[in-house]
């Protein structure tokens, strides 16, 4: 049997999808802009402050006024935060003044309430304040035309922060890919539903939806096709195929009777083949009324992980998030694999920084995936890693 390598079959996909998840922009309000990826860099529109104001509560005077302690002065008058009226120190006096409020003309210093005492009608300041203390300059944090945020940023509060605070309410990021997921087989029921003898719970749709959101994407759909009926599936997919750009779906796809993706999608076009990998060997590659469709194979650990090898980096890269993580480890024990296929082995990262191998290669082994945190990459070549061999693994 011909099977196509891994890295060929990953260049496939990308060339299918390239116009699918070709970056876009769209415009977010703020509220909705958390961990979106900025597209362009973002010049202040404004003064930061945007003018000149108060760091204390106290009183706005002139520096040169309160030069040797204590000192009386009378009080000119009082500035809350707030729209105001430009305001100016009569020469003198002090003007009582609150955090954030505008410093009034001529004033240079402000003397916090704590440094002084008052009458009601006259302030006396008992510490001497040097020119600037307390006042907060307009554009002394950024200019007009400063850089805020640069593009390709990951926006976190304070950067959502920055934005607010300088009058901006929406901001150009990555927009996300739109993806819709469907699984297909007779056999399949809902979590929770009391299961009859060969039924079995639809596994493959929340990992595919939780998958596509941790790879930064959106799941348009997450539609279950629960039988084998062409027609079903057909119904299944025109539901799918609104307003997204892309389909995912799992199982049909091998050399069974009941196949209904290969059936829908081959007349229509689709190409099913075999990778040379293990789990995730038999793939198909179509397209539905216009939306490309990727065909995962149903055993669970198999769509899992061909999700991570195939879709993944291509919707990291659409929504300007990094490349998971790869690492390198020397495996605890030896482990033979199949001449001819990259294997994905499950493992889990122990004290010593070193990998062990969880559970075994079966295709259906959930609890194994979900037990490991790292998959072990090797490659179709290798038929025998030594214990004490370095390998490289994919975070999980
Ligand atoms: N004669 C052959 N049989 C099979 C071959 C082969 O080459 N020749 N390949 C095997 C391999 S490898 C895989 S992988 C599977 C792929 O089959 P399908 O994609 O057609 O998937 P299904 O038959 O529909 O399901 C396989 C397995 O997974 C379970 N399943 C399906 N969907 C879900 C779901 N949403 N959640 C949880 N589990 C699911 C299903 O019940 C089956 O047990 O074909 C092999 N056969
Ligand atoms: O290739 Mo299948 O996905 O191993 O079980």
Redesign the pocket.
Known sequence: ?HRIPVDEYVAIVANHLRDALAPRTETVALGKALGRVTVAQVLSPVDLPLFRNSQMDGFAVRARDVASPPVTLPIAGIIAAGAAEPTSLPAGAAMQIMTGAVIPEGSDAVVPVEDTTSTGATVTVLKSRAQGEFVREAGSDARIGDTLLPAGLTLAPRHLAVLAAAGIASVDVRALPRIAVV???A??IAPGVEPLLGQ??????V?LAALVESSGAVVSALV?NDDDVVASLDLALREAAVDTDLILT???????E??V??ELLEPLGATVG?IAM?????Q?LGAFHGIPVI??????V??QISFEVLVAPLLRAAAGRAPAEKRHHTVETAIDSVPGKRQFLRGRITDGNAVSIVSGPG??L?AGLAASDVLIDIPAETTRVEAGDTVETWTL
């Open positions: 049997m699984t297909t087989g056999e399949l079995l719970f639809d596994a493959n749709g990992a279950r799992s199982g049909g796809i091998s050399m069974g009941f196949e993706v290969r075999t293990q789990p995730g060997g038999p198909l065909g995962f194979p149903g055993n669970p198999s769509t295709s259906h959930v």
